[in-house]
């Protein structure tokens, strides 16, 4: 009897079977349901789930940034040209305007420019995802950690986190890429452990403020694990914040990792990225035959970050926007 | 409020020397000591050791650090590795542009803003507030390098205003013609913090526009325009404080890539120099300068924040 209960959906629409379901808790110890086709979204006292739409806006920004990580993906094989390759070999000459065969143009040293937006745009948006991530993974570990962790150490944490906070980020960045040198992994590492201290702060105030919420303290009380606890109350609470957050430091961290380009810091020549791009082509504003070259990779950078952005308005807009603010 | 203002005073003194060993140690993992490459691959063992001995680089670190912090605040940063002249010297020659750029940027940029985010906070939802917003959130977004190229294609190009390239001295020069000459980078590192600035002043008068005393004032018939002079803007001037000096702050950023951009020979030029040079000398000197900088405004905003609270001013 009990176990036909636990295992069929309590879907609350039927006050018979909640009755029998509380019958056997009288006459049996409470055990919380474990088993999967039971969520805690389905108990009959559950709040209806809202629908999440996203918005006209919403919609355009989803399309931009799909736009762009399928280009990221596909780029070398959709690029018309290699990377470093010249599409006019027998006619050599910088900064040449669009034409067949170059639908934007020529850079500095007379690659093709399509090709070579194309080609960075996998590095740009690849360096900035696995910064973000990184930075996601230490900053939400060692802030839950410190949340939950004795005030002690959390004071020391939190102290080394606001030095680091109150420097200004590219100066860091300055300071790491002049002692260790510039690289593909030293970007993404120097990215991923400046921005983990924004979301450090985030997830720390998170975990503290959910940890002592009542609905914690009472799967507490039932003795349920700690990895219960994060997995079942912490994380679906703290899901849309750190979600939205996320969106946001990808954006501030392709505006990092380009800048760090543009200063000749980041990515090296001859591999392309959007920043790096814009560096190389400068002269052509001086020679003023055609901007595409500098103008291209910064509408490139700033049509997905405001994408990007559209989206985590959209989804802050629908819940947890609150918290994401306020810090 | 005082011993919150002292203990803020205290955290930023700690921040500062944080900041400080964060620098000192950041150039000291450096592959290959300064010597090495000061001196480069034929340099002899005795050049080398000699060499060493004159920056004080045999002594052990901490003394180095205790050294060069003491020579940091009295105006000794020691002497470039890349052209042998005193850092201070350096520094000279170039920070009258910067605080040139920066100060106009300040005085042109932040009323501006100012006056156009309170604006938009007065006719919340209004096609004004709306396109604003949207202008600031794109231009949030956005590199400094897409403000900078656009206004060189709207100037330059379009209007014919000469080489976008600025370089030579301010002196001798009346304010507009200097402004001619800067215009660029200075309209660019305007829009840079006017976008932060515009959502963050509207975002504060908003707040202050909600409160339960203002919704009192709009029941009794206070028109509008007393409403938000009288009632809400001096309520909401310790937040805006707060928010010039925050973006004050982000301008040490900004102006680095916008002073790359235009060629400017400021100070940001010459730290990313150091860079590539790897003059660690330079960098630690004016790292140390420019992160001061950040984190005095930081200490402003902050104190500007508790200023405004009542609570705070008046503790029961």
């Known amino acids: 009897m009990s176990k036909s209960t636990s295992s069929s959906k309590i879907t609350g629409k039927s006050s018979s079977k909640k009755t029998t379901a509380k019958s056997t808790v009288e006459h049996n110890h409470f055990v919380a349901p474990y088993d999967a086709s039971v969520s805690f979204d389905e108990l009959p006292d559950a709040p209806q789930p809202s629908k999440f739409r996203f918005s006209f806006t919403g919609w355009v920004g989803i399309i931009i940034v799909t736009f762009w990580i399928i280009i990221a993906i596909t780029g070398p094989f959709i690029a018309p040209y290699g990377e470093n390759d010249l599409p006019f070999p027998d006619a050599y000459s910088e900064f040449q305007v669009p034409q067949p065969g170059a639908w934007l143009g020529t850079d500095v040293t007379d690659r093709d420019i399509l090709s070579r937006l194309i080609y960075g745009a996998g590095r740009t948006i690849g360096i900035a995802f696995l910064a973000t991530t990184l930075a996601y993974v230490l900053g939400v570990i060692l802030g839950i950690g410190a949340a939950i962790s004795n005030p002690k150490v959390d004071m020391i944490i939190s102290r080394i986190n606001d030095a680091i906070l109150s420097l200004p980020t590219i100066m860091l960045g300055l300071v790491v890429v002049a002692a260790i040198g510039s690289s593909i992994p030293v970007l993404i590492c120097t990215a991923g452990v400046i921005y983990a201290s924004v979301v450090f702060r985030l997830a720390r105030a998170l975990g503290q403020e959910i940890m002592v919420m009542d609905f914690v303290e009472a799967a507490r009380v039932r003795g349920e694990g700690l990895w219960w606890i994060i997995s079942r109350e912490i994380w679906p609470n703290a899901r849309m914040p750190l979600m939205t957050d996320f969106g946001l ?3 501030y961290i392709i505006l990092f990792v380009s800048s760090l380009s543009f200063l000749g810091l980041g990515v090296q020549p001859p591999q392309a990225d959007w920043g790096s791009m814009v560096r190389e082509n400068l002269g052509a504003l001086q ?3 055609s901007v595409i070259p500098v103008i291209a990779p910064a509408i490139a950078i700033a049509t997905l970050t ?4 559209l989206i985590v308005d959209d989804v802050s807009a629908f819940s947890g926007g609150k918290l994401s603010k306020r810090l | 409020m005082l011993p919150l203002i002292i203990k803020r005073l205290g955290i930023g003194l700690i921040t500062v020397i944080a900041v400080s060993l964060i620098i000192f140690l950041g150039t000291k993992i450096l592959p290959g000591d300064a010597a090495q490459i000061r001196l480069g691959q034929e340099a002899t063992e005795a050049n080398i050791a000699a060499f060493r001995a004159r920056l004080g680089l045999d002594q052990p670190y901490y ?5 060069w912090l003491f020579g940091f605040f009295t105006g000794d940063m020691g002497t470039s590795l890349a052209s042998d002249k005193p850092i201070t010297e350096l520094i000279y020659d170039r920070y009258e542009n910067t605080v040139y750029v920066a100060t106009l940027t300040a005085l042109i940029g932040v009323p501006i803003s100012l006056a156009l985010g309170i604006f938009a906070a007065m006719f919340p939802g209004s096609l004004y507030d ?5 202008i600031s959130v794109s231009l949030v977004a956005s590199p400094e390098f897409l403000t900078a190229t656009i206004l060189v294609l709207i100037f330059v190009f379009g209007m014919g205003w000469g080489n976008a390239v600025v370089v030579g001295s301010i002196e001798g020069k009346g304010f507009f013609e200097l402004y001619r000459h800067f215009a660029l980078p200075i309209t660019t590192l305007c829009f840079v913090i006017a976008s932060q600035l515009i959502r963050m002043s509207r975002a504060a008068v908003l707040n202050v526009m909600n409160s339960p005393y203002i919704e009192m004032a709009i029941l009794k018939g206070v028109p509008r325009r007393r409403i938000i002079f009288r009632h809400a803007l001096l309520n909401a001037l310790g937040p805006i404080v707060n928010v010039v000096a925050l973006n004050l702050a982000y301008l040490v950023t900004g102006v680095i890539v916008v002073e790359v951009y235009f060629g400017y020979p ?24 420019f992160c001061l900088t950040y984190v005095i405004l930081m200490l402003i905003a902050d104190i500007a924040a508790f200023a405004s609270n009542a609570r705070l001013r008046h503790p029961k």
């Open chain 1, 249 to 251: 430091r990808l954006i």
């Open chain 2, 266 to 289: 400021g100070l940001a030029t010459l730290i990313v120099q150091g860079v590539q040079t790897r003059d660690f000398i330079l960098i630690q000197g004016l790292g140390m300068l």
């Open chain 1, 287 to 289: 020679y003023g035959t």
């Open chain 2, 130 to 134: 709306r396109f604003l917003t949207m």
């Open chain 2, 63 to 67: 003394l180095q650090y205790i050294n």
């Open chain 1, 306 to 309: 405001v994408g990007i952005n």
